[in-house]
């Protein structure tokens, strides 16, 4: 079936560095990529998008790639802060109203 | 714009109450959605709505009955639930555009429910 595998599980940087996760789809028909931020105890929050017509997307400090050949798609976040840690679901839409989220990231950014 | 608002923020019932949880957008999106998220795991859909008729139901128990009474409003009623149904639900909000599979979901902040 469809899946969204998502690495690493945790991730710890240094606060400046940079930190990266990637993901890869299964559904050659996917053709939305959402990346979301979840802090403790909130809802999930939208950071970025891409469409799969477009191979990069930055917003500032963050940045989404997508390589449609070989299914993969990750998010950058560059001189990361301490309010960066959260953890974070990269997604796939698999058909209208559906998307298969990832197992999520865990990232802690060390002040 | 980009708020989902959702009350209660925090439930506790018991096995035999009926409760509702409620979520509130004013984006103007015709599709509404109820997930339910538990601890250290993605969010996993329940149901949508479009155009405030249900499109989806991913097999989810009878004892939650969504409601959407207009395009600003879901409701999610609960009954006779189980404690294993703990969990932070979710709802979400999109537009219904040109290219469905591309509309960005936009989430509510959720509401805590225990079951005991």
């Known amino acids: 079936g469809e899946n969204v595998e998502q690495h690493p599980s945790t991730l710890s940087v240094q606060e400046g560095d940079s930190a990266v996760i990637k993901c890869t789809y299964s559904?050659?028909?996917?053709?939305?990529f959402p990346w979301y931020k979840q802090e403790l105890g909130k809802g999930p929050q939208l950071i970025i998008d891409i469409r799969s017509n477009v191979g990069e997307k930055k917003d500032q400090r963050i940045a989404v790639t997508l390589n449609k050949t070989a299914k993969h798609f990750s998010l950058h976040i560059t001189e990361t802060q301490p309010e960066d840690s959260a953890v974070y679901f990269c997604?796939?839409?698999?058909?209208?109203?559906?998307?298969?989220f990832g197992t999520g990231t865990r990232l802690k950014v060390l002040a | 714009d980009t708020e989902v608002t959702q009350t209660p923020k925090h439930l506790v019932m018991g096995m035999t109450n009926k409760k509702s949880l409620k979520c509130e957008q004013h984006?103007?999106?015709?599709?509404m959605y109820w997930y339910k998220q538990k601890a250290k795991k993605p969010p996993e859909l329940m149901f949508v709505?479009?155009?405030?008729?249900?499109?989806i139901n991913e097999s989810v128990p009878s004892r939650f009955s969504p409601e959407c009474p207009n395009s600003s409003l879901l409701n999610l009623h609960l009954h006779a639930l189980q404690p294993e149904d703990s969990a932070l639900y979710l709802c979400a909000s999109s537009q219904v555009g040109y290219r469905p599979s591309t509309d960005t979901q936009y989430f509510g902040p959720g509401t805590r429910l225990t079951v005991l």
């Open positions: 559904d050659s028909a996917s053709n939305y």
């Open positions: 984006m103007g999106h015709r599709a």
């Open positions: 997604a796939a839409s698999i058909k209208t109203y559906k998307y298969i």
């Open positions: 709505y479009s155009y405030e008729k249900l499109s």
